[in-house]
């Protein structure tokens, strides 16, 4: 997988939690609670060390980690059973993260701990949790990202401090759980081809319907993601799950392509993208990305493949993610219950879905595909002004 790089412009610290003693630095009925101590400090001989120090973390466990480590394409055939796809619900979704668990050694007699999480060296934009035992569990961290975090142990006639220590997260896709939702994940945190450049993590999701989201769940996405646009791409909705706190998009969107007809629809197979609605759909759902208002966006279909991985392919192809990335980010679909039934994953692939990046690299005039899919959108009617503004919100510099 690529090398992580330090990124110039500091990113949204996407954490949260889970303490040992106390419910302080979490979501908390609803809201996200920061337990910062503010206290004079005296100074002390660090006596604190961290197991944690200068480690890479992987956030994905079992499958899904294997198959993320050392990605090949159609490699998620090998963790299908012998019955796929006729089980078309074989499988809970294996996306929940593995928490990330902090741990330190001091000397005894601390009664309580203020740890400061940051993804800055100096620590000037860090959330702080409040914990009584030695250990701390922080969740929904980014991909592909140093962190940085100072203990200080609180003691009845002093204060300690700790030096600052770091920890990487590996360069792996960050899955997200949402409980009630299927097939859930960030489609940011991978680099451009050209290495300068990388997607932005925290502002597109991906995943299934919300029809049985729990209050958790909905709690989740408003709170600790803080969406704030569902892009419903299935046609005929009322109303979001999300109720009007969140902008609700709604079109019948097209998906993948034919070699004869382009870009078409669930609704019917034979009309070209070219046409009415589906044209228009396709249209709406790409400028929806170019309004910085819109942002966190979460998309979704039925199941979170075929029309939200032809929009994310779209996206990120844009955005000059490279092929490998583009497959991989599909093809974990596979490791849903939602996404996984009904189709065997080579046909899904080496049909469908290769279709549609063949289709992309027919604008062959131009050198990349990330400049093949500008002149796709172009020509479809998204404006230069609108591609140049997607760029804008959802890419940052990286140093070389």
């Not at 668990?101 to 100096?122: Q, R």
């Not at 910085?292 to 998309?299: A, K, S």
Request: charged letters at 20%; a negative charge; aromatic letters at 12%.
């Amino acid at each position: 997988m690529r090398k992580m790089r330090k990124m110039k412009k500091w990113l949204p610290i996407a954490l949260s939690a889970t303490l040992v003693g106390v419910s302080v630095g979490g979501i908390m009925n609803g809201q996200f609670v920061s337990a910062a101590v503010e206290t004079d400090y005296t100074a002390y001989t660090a006596t604190i060390s961290s197991s944690t120090e200068k480690k890479t973390i992987p956030l994905l466990s079992g499958d899904i980690l294997e198959f993320a480590s050392a990605y090949k394409k159609l490699s998620s055939e090998k963790y299908l059973p012998s019955t796929y796809p006729k089980e078309s619900t074989y499988r809970e979704d294996d996306f929940a993260p593995t928490p990330m668990t902090l741990e330190w050694d001091n000397e005894e007699g601390a009664l309580y701990y203020t740890v400061k999480v940051a993804t800055n060296s100096d620590l000037s934009d860090a959330v702080s949790y409040l914990t009584f035992e030695p250990s701390i569990e922080l969740s929904d961290l980014y991909m592909g990202t140093e962190y940085y975090y100072q203990i200080i142990a609180k003691y009845s006639d002093k204060i300690v401090k700790s030096c600052i220590f770091n920890f990487e997260t590996a360069y792996l896709p960050r899955t997200i759980s949402i409980e009630g939702v299927s097939n859930t994940r960030d489609i940011g945190g991978y680099y451009t081809v050209d290495g300068t450049k990388r997607v932005r993590q925290g502002m597109i999701y991906r995943g299934a319907h919300m029809e049985n989201m729990t209050q958790a769940g909905k709690n989740a996405f408003l709170y600790t993601y803080k969406i704030k646009t569902d892009l419903d791409l299935r046609g005929s909705r009322g109303i979001s799950p999300l109720g009007d706190a969140v902008n609700f998009v709604n079109v019948s969107a097209p998906y993948y392509v034919s070699e004869e007809h382009g870009i078409c629809s669930t609704a019917d197979s034979s009309t070209s993208f070219w046409s009415g609605t589906y044209k228009d759909a396709l249209i709406k759902e790409i400028k929806t990305f170019a309004d910085p208002e819109n942002y966190p966006i979460y998309i979704h279909c039925s199941l979170g493949r075929d029309r939200t991985g032809t929009l994310a392919f779209l996206i990120n192809a844009l955005l000059g993610v490279g092929e490998q990335e583009l497959y991989m980010d599909y093809e974990l679909t596979f490791f849903s219950q939602a996404g996984c039934g009904g189709e065997y994953v080579s046909s899904m692939i080496n049909v469908p879905f290769t279709n549609l990046y063949k289709m992309i690299n027919a604008y062959g005039f131009k050198t990349t595909l990330a400049a093949r899919t500008e002149a796709f959108l172009l020509d479809l009617g998204i404006t230069q002004a609108e591609i140049d503004s997607i760029r804008s919100i959802m890419l940052e510099e990286v140093d070389a």
